[in-house]
């Protein structure tokens, strides 16, 4: 069965850090764009990171320099590692992967997870 499954959520106070992990079933991640993306209450779902196939990253303007996306392929696995964390990152953080992308511009949608809570406290 192809999914992916994300761990790693938690509630943090404003500075700290998670690292999200995104294991992946059915499917090599290596053919694949990994990537994550968020969605707070009442807002709409919001690109944070991406991994594309080839090894290039790119990252949502408010993340960069605080987050790292980053895979292993040997291990079918993805993460997301969030620094200096602010409350305005609070929210559902899902493990997405498409057939391609290129920065933030992607193919289709092929399996998306349940997601992970993120709280971040001021």
């Known amino acids: 069965q192809v999914r992916v499954v994300e761990s790693g959520g938690g509630s943090v106070e404003a500075g700290g850090s998670l690292r999200l992990s995104c294991a992946a079933f059915?499917?090599?991640?290596?053919?694949?764009?990994m990537s994550w993306f968020r969605q707070a209450p009442g807002s709409a779902p919001e690109g944070v990171a991406y991994?594309?196939?080839?090894?290039?990253?790119t990252y949502e303007d408010s993340v960069k320099g605080r987050f790292t996306i980053s895979r292993d392929n040997a291990k079918n696995t993805q993460s997301l590692q969030m620094n200096s964390l602010r409350p305005e990152d609070t929210a559902m953080y899902h493990c997405?992967?498409?057939?391609?992308?290129?920065?933030?511009?992607?193919?289709?949608?092929?399996?998306w997870g349940q997601g992970t809570q993120v709280t971040v406290s001021s």
């Open positions: 997405a992967v498409y057939a391609y992308c290129s920065g933030a511009d992607t193919g289709d949608l092929e399996v």
């Open positions: 991994s594309d196939s080839d090894g290039s990253t």
């Open positions: 059915g499917f090599k991640i290596s053919n694949y764009c």
